[in-house]
């Protein structure tokens, strides 16, 4: 299938106090709404970028705890002209009503979107012998960067990794961080990849969904250039998830579980 991310718009620039009289094209990300059917039941409608759309409703559906693993989904069917999904899975949704009809949008401001904040209770701490240098951190941080195309020529999107020790795994951008990191979690399951030996790298501050993503999915480091949350550093500590932020150059900020970090010779 071939999804497209980009489109181009005519312009006109504003610089050094001058409004320029020539338009031109520019590249802009594509948002797309896409409504997802769990069961014959609308679900949510998430705004997205359209690209690797059955991992972000796996991913999703993972992160959100409708499904607990991917072989309790019976059926995934796409319709990417007509923007919705419909997935069936072998359980009923056994929190009722309250998880049906809501909006999520981009940048996952809906406080109903956080409702798996209230779900840290049904997941175990995170155990993994994972360790590595910060080195190798800033490698997959930059090997991300330079792979994050979209990025480069929008300046619009969020991207996510799941990364080994040695390189990228997955990667997966999109105009919301959450959506991303769901990209990427749900390569993995589809893909039945461990995932308590991988690195979740992302381009967004550390929040506590964020966080409670790589509790859920058991992803025991998880790294970014900017900020965490207070939350999420609470989370982390609580669930045995090392926190790397302001990753930058040769520095870095290590919130938890520092044992994860080996440190150069």
């Known amino acids: 299938m071939t999804e497209k991310q980009k489109s ?7 610089k050094n106090g001058t409004l320029s009289s020539k338009a031109f094209e520019d ?34 559906l993972f992160n959100e705890h409708f499904i607990m693993r991917i072989d309790e989904i ?39 979107s956080f409702r798996s904040l209230a779900d840290a209770a049904m997941v175990k701490p995170v155990k993994s012998n994972l360790k590595l240098s910060i080195e190798r951190i800033k490698y997959l941080l930059n090997e991300m960067g330079k792979h994050a195309l979209l990025y480069r020529s929008t300046g619009c999107t969020h991207s996510a990794s799941i990364c080994s020790r040695q390189s990228i795994i997955f990667l997966a951008e999109d105009i919301g961080r959450h959506n991303a990191v769901d990209k990427v979690i749900g390569s993995c399951l589809k893909n039945r990849l461990k995932l308590s030996d991988k690195i979740l790298i992302t381009s967004g ?22 900020a965490p949350t207070s939350y999420s550093l609470q ?3 609580d669930y045995g998830v090392t926190l790397i932020g302001f990753m930058r150059g040769n520095k870095a900020n290590v919130y938890a579980h520092q044992n994860r970090i080996e440190e150069l010779s």
Request: hydrophobic content about 40%; glycine content about 4%; overall charge positive.
């Open 74 to 112: 019976k059926r995934i069917y796409l319709d990417t002209k007509k923007n919705f999904a419909s997935v069936e899975i072998e359980r009923d949704d056994t929190l009722g009503e309250l998880r049906y009809r809501r909006f999520l949008s981009s940048d996952c401001t809906n406080p109903v």
């Open 235 to 237: 989370l982390g500590k």
């Open 8 to 14: 181009f718009v005519t312009q006109v620039r504003f």
């Open 27 to 60: 590249e802009i990300a594509i948002e797309s709404p896409l409504t997802l059917f769990l069961n014959k039941k609308e679900l949510v409608t998430i705004l997205c970028t359209p690209k690797h759309m059955e991992e972000m409703v796996i991913g999703y």
């Open 205 to 226: 501050r550390i929040t506590s969904g964020i966080t409670l993503k790589s509790i859920n999915a058991g992803i025991p480091i998880i790294v970014s250039r900017a």
